[in-house]
């Protein structure tokens, strides 16, 4: 039978009453550790490395992915841009982009990083 007991590390004590933050032990060894709600939103706020979860995609984007067009696409047409029009705000040719878009080259994270910029949407919306 496992035994749990509410622990409260800052008072090295037991309570009957949780208390911010606890330890709960299991078998002589912590296995959890509770926190408030608001804490737990504050750090997956200011988490220093976005989780995949986090990222959001439009249904436009998200049903063209689907269909097989890039990601690079998807976005593009999304906020209703040419390929001269992202190339430009990109840096770069509008045939590169296109090779880009139709999966021909495979694009560099530096070239990702432009593109994400020139669209104002993260880099990790442009990664699968």
Known sequence: MNEIIWHNRAHKQMKHVPTDPQII???GKPAFAVIPWDKYQELVRNQSEPDEADVWF??????????????????????NLTQNELAARAGMKQSALARLENGSVIPRKATLAKLAQAMDIELEQLIK
């Open 25 to 27: 032990i299991q078998n």
């Open 58 to 79: 439009p249904h436009e984007v998200v049903k063209a992915n689907v269909r097989g067009e890039s990601l690079i696409k998807a976005w593009r047409e999304y906020f």
